[in-house]
């Protein structure tokens, strides 16, 4: 094997900087770009000639043909540098709210009048009635204030900017009183307690992990006590020999002593979903009833909109949250605006919400319904007469995001079982899919659950086992 012939078969830069195929190229994506995937394109073949062996002579003519269609490649370089990272994938798992797939998918109607909104200019901070500067927050306030109860509101881009804010506007400086039983960690390793110390306020732990009694919070209370932190367990539960202060409970002592109290309900329910057999989660609009002073929730977990941090509460410290610093560096922007105020706007009709909202009607579907989408992707997989055994196989979903981490809901599965690779390539390979798909393997198969596929996602689900097991 010649080597040295192979390398002198590349084509140099410039000269491919010339051809038809790369001048096309160049006119879509400039020179700079497209000389740089030029580049690689010889590199690569030239990496693959440097590790050839005398033993793979055979290859010799492989390679050849490789330069003979190395525009081909270059073309290949460009639009993979040019592919977005982030894409759109098949959800597989089971878990609707999937925090590395962006928890709660918006409907299609959102998406679509975002698409409307986005592509324009808009009224985002524009008073167009008195035809001045208006407040971004104005486009969701009369909503929550109607759906909750709540005096004011506003909204900044997560729920730990949230908490964040809240302290840092009421309790910087002071002592914050909190249940040892709710320094929670969200994940990334964020912790309350650390919230806190960023906020410049000093938090006072009282009561045990599992019991803490109104007591607790009065022998607390001090000259610089700013106030009261109730932190919902959303991610974990403690069961057993347990007692923890509710808001309701713990209000005639915050009158008392003019203390607010501020409640992190996390995932920010606004209906009940006893209705769909989950045990009862505190609900928003409980917390206004109750008395709490300050509300804070997520907007992208079972509330089913985008990422955003809600804050509801008492106007005079709403008000006070706006005018801090802070709130310049943690607002949203338009998108967050547009799809926050789409999302909350379903909710002002509750009848048939379940259609509406992407992640109720997850939570809502009847077990029938899943399984028939189960035998439907079963009879594809068939149809298509993909290499390998489909079984329909019973299973359970969870939540996820941090929410609800005691409920697993019946649920179906399809299990598939390769003749000509194994699971893990299996499943590696349709990583890198057209449209990649994420499941679960199990018992030696690869599982779709298809509580979190939806009907028009079955024939593209086959497309990417096509994909994958060519």
């Known amino acids: 094997m010649d080597k040295n012939n192979l390398f002198r078969r590349i084509p140099k830069v410039d000269i491919l900087l010339e051809e038809g195929k790369v001048l096309d190229l160049i006119q879509d ?40 269609h ?64 208006g407040e971004r927050y104005s486009h969701m306030k009369e909503m929550l204030c109607k759906i909750t109860g709540a005096e004011d509101a506003m909204v900044v881009n997560n729920n730990a900017s949230s908490v964040l804010l809240i302290l840092s506007t009421l309790a910087k400086g002071g002592e914050v009183i909190v249940s040892r039983g709710e320094l929670i960690e969200i994940g990334g390793k964020f912790r309350i307690p650390d919230v806190c110390a960023q906020s410049d306020a000093e938090m006072v732990e009282i009561g045990t992990t599992n019991k803490t009694h109104l007591s607790d919070y009065e022998e ?47 995932s920010g329910v606004l209906l009940p979903l006893e209705k769909y057999g989950i045990r009862h989660e505190p609900m928003v609009q409980e917390a206004i009833q109750a008395g709490v002073d300050v509300v804070c929730f997520s907007g992208d977990k079972l509330l089913g909109g985008p990422q955003a941090g809600i804050i509801l509460g008492k106007k005079k410290y709403i008000d006070a949250m706006k005018k801090n610093p802070l709130t310049r560096a943690l607002r949203i922007d338009k998108f967050t605006v547009a799809a926050l105020s789409m999302t909350l706007r379903e909710y002002l009709h509750m009848e048939g919400i379940e259609e509406r909202i992407p992640v109720l009607k997850m939570l809502s579907e009847p077990l029938s319904s899943i399984k028939e989408r189960a ?30 981490p005691d409920t697993y809901m019946d649920s179906f599965a399809v299990s598939f079982h390769p003749h000509k690779i194994s699971v893990p390539e299996l499943e590696k390979r349709l990583h890198f899919t057209k449209e990649p798909l994420i499941g679960r393997v199990m018992e030696d ?26």
């Not at 977005?84 to 962006?102: A, F, Q, S, W």
């Not at 068939?382 to 969870?398: E, I, M």
Request: charged share 30%.
């Open 29 to 68: 994506y400039g020179l700079s770009y497209v000389t740089d995937k030029v580049r690689e394109a010889v590199e690569e073949i030239r990496e693959e000639i440097k590790l050839l062996s005398p033993s793979e002579e055979n290859r010799e003519d492989e390679i050849l043909r490789r330069i003979d």
């Open 70 to 133: 190395i525009e081909d490649a270059i073309a290949e370089h460009v639009e993979q540098g040019i592919e977005l990272k982030l894409r759109p994938v098949l959800n597989g798992t089971g878990t609707i709210l999937h925090t590395n797939l962006g928890r709660a998918p918006l409907s299609h109607k959102i998406s679509t009048e975002l698409a409307t909104l986005l592509s324009s200019y808009s009224n985002l901070e524009y008073n167009l009635e008195e035809g001045k500067r």
């Open 220 to 266: 607390a209370i001090t000259e610089n006590t700013k106030a009261f932190l109730k932190v919902h367990t959303s991610n974990y539960r403690i069961m057993g020999f347990t007692e923890s202060v509710e808001a309701k409970d713990l209000k005639a002592l915050s009158l008392e002593h003019n203390i607010p109290i501020i409640e992190d309900l996390g």
């Open 375 to 404: 035998e439907s992707l079963c009879n594809l997989f068939r149809d298509n007469r993909l290499p390998g055994d489909c079984t329909v196989r019973a299973c359970t979903s969870q939540v996820g995001g941090g929410s609800l």
């Open 445 to 470: 198969d690869f599982w779709i659950d298809l509580r979190t596929i939806r009907e028009e996602e079955l024939e593209r689900v086959v497309e990417s086992f096509q994909e994958a097991l060519e």
